[in-house]
C-alpha cells in the first residue's frame, strides 16, 4: 500500500476544537426535551416489525440516506449501523492519512449515550417529542462518533513523533503502557477549562429581555461528558489503532 | 370541525424564542464550510438521474424517512418537498388550534437561503465538504421552516385577540392593512436585540486558549437575517392564513 502522508498533532487540532462546538450544540439541542426513556425501548414506538427501538430505527433510515452519498467512505466518518446501501455517487479518492482498519467504537458509544449520558442533560419524563429527540439523537450520536474515531489520526500522528518508543510498547502488548505514553495531562486539562468555556457560552440562556439567566446543561457536565466519557472513549481508539500499527509496516 | 382551542400569543413565546437557538446554531455549523456552489446546482454533484441538485437530493431522502416517521402529521412542520411516502407509524390526534390550511412558503424559503442567505454567511469557494454542507443546509432549512409556518398559529392568536377588527380587514382583502395590524414594532425591536445578544454569546471563537477572538457569524448579520428575510417571511404567512380565515368559521 503507498505511505502515509506525514501526519501533524498540529494539523487536527484544528478539526479537533471545532468538533467541540458541533458536539456542545448537539447536545443543547437534544437537552431541550425530555429524556423521552420510550424512544430507547426496543419496540417502544418503533414502526411495527423494527426489531430495535425508535431512536435506532432513525439512525438506520438516516444511515442509509448517508451511505448512498458516501458519508462512510471518508475515513473520519464511521457508521453504527450494519447492511448499509453502497454509494450512489463515484468514490473520492483520499489520500492515505492513517493506516486502513476496522475499529468502531459505535456500539459502546451509543450504550453509553443512551443509559448514562442523556439522563444526564434532560430532565426525565415524557413530553411526546419523540421525532425531535430522536432527529437531535442522530446528530450528538455523529458528531460524538467522529470524535472518538479522531482518535485513529491522533494515534497516527504521535506514532510518526515517536517510532520506536511505541513500537517497543507495542510489541509488548502493554496496552497501560500505551496508554500512559499516549496520555498529555496538559492538553487534556486545557481541553475540559475550554469545554466548560463554551458550554458557559454556549449554552447560557438569554431570555425575552436578552438578558442571561441559568445555563441550559451546567458547563461542568459538559467538561465532565468529556473527561468521563469522550477522552478515554478517544483514548480506546488509539489503542486499539496502535495495536494494529504494526501489522501493515 | 371542532372548536379551535383558545391560543395565546404568551403560548407560543417560549417556542419561538427557543428556535431562535436552534437556527443560530444550525447557521453557525453551516458557516464552518465553504458556500461549496456546487452542491446548489441541478446536476451539480447529484446523484445520475436526479433532477435536482446535490442539496435537494439530500432534503427529498431525509423528507422521505422523516415522513415515514410522520413529522408532517404535525400542524407544526412542513415538507419542502412533494411526492414524500406515507407514515409508518399510527397517527397521532393533535388538539385542533389552527385552521388547517396548505400554505406552505418552503419553495420561496429554499430560493433565498441559497441565493442569498448562504452566500452571506459562508465564505466563497469549494472546500469539497459536500456531504457536511448539505447535512448543515438540511438542518438550517428545517429550522427556518418551522419558524416561518410558525405565523400561522401567531395569526391564529391575533386573529383571537381581535376578531371583529382583522376580519373587516380580511373581508375587504386588504393585505397592507393586515400587515400593519399584525406589525409590533417593539416586540420586533427587542427580537432584532436579542437575536445578535445571542449571535454573539453562541457564534464567539474560543481559542485554544480559552481566549474570545472573532465571530463566526457577525451578530448583526443574523440580525439582518431575521429583518430582512425570517420576519417579513413570517409575516407573509401570517397574512396568507388571515385571508383564508373566515372561509372555514
Not at 90 to 96: G, Y
Not at 125 to 131: A, E, S, V
Not at 164 to 191: S, W
Amino acid at each position: 500500500m503507498p505511505d502515509l502522508e506525514p501526519l501533524l498533532l498540529d494539523d487536527l487540532r484544528g478539526s479537533l476544537i471545532r468538533q467541540e462546538e458541533t458536539i456542545i450544540f448537539a447536545l443543547i439541542e437534544r437537552a431541550q426535551f425530555k429524556l423521552n426513556p420510550i424512544v430507547y425501548q426496543p419496540g417502544g414506538c418503533a414502526p411495527p416489525g423494527f426489531p430495535g427501538s425508535f431512536c435506532e430505527y432513525l439512525l438506520y433510515e438516516t444511515e442509509k440516506v448517508h451511505a448512498r452519498v458516501r458519508r462512510y467512505t471518508s475515513p473520519d466518518e464511521h457508521p453504527f449501523c450494519r447492511d448499509l446501501p453502497a454509494p450512489v455517487l463515484p468514490l473520492l479518492a483520499f489520500p492515505p492519512r492513517i493506516r486502513p482498519t476496522a475499529i468502531n467504537l459505535n456500539d459502546r458509544l451509543k450504550a453509553h449515550y443512551v443509559e448514562h449520558l442523556l439522563p444526564g442533560i434532560c430532565a426525565p419524563g415524557d413530553d411526546q417529542n419523540y421525532g425531535s429527540s430522536a432527529v437531535c439523537d442522530v446528530a450528538c450520536l455523529q458528531a460524538l462518533s467522529k470524535r472518538i474515531h479522531y482518535g485513529k489520526f491522533i494515534a497516527e500522528a504521535k506514532f510518526q513523533q515517536d517510532r520506536a518508543g511505541y513500537a517497543a510498547l507495542i510489541r509488548a502488548r502493554d496496552r497501560t503502557a500505551l496508554l500512559a505514553r499516549l496520555t498529555d495531562a496538559e492538553v487534556e486539562a486545557n481541553l475540559l477549562k475550554r469545554v466548560a468555556v463554551k458550554a458557559a457560552a454556549y449554552g447560557q440562556e438569554i431570555g425575552a429581555d436578552a438578558r442571561r439567566e441559568a445555563y441550559k446543561i451546567a458547563p461542568a457536565r459538559v467538561a465532565a461528558i468529556y473527561e468521563e466519557f469522550i477522552i478515554p472513549l478517544t483514548k480506546d481508539v488509539e489503542v486499539l489503532y496502535l495495536l494494529e500499527r504494526l501489522e501493515r509496516p
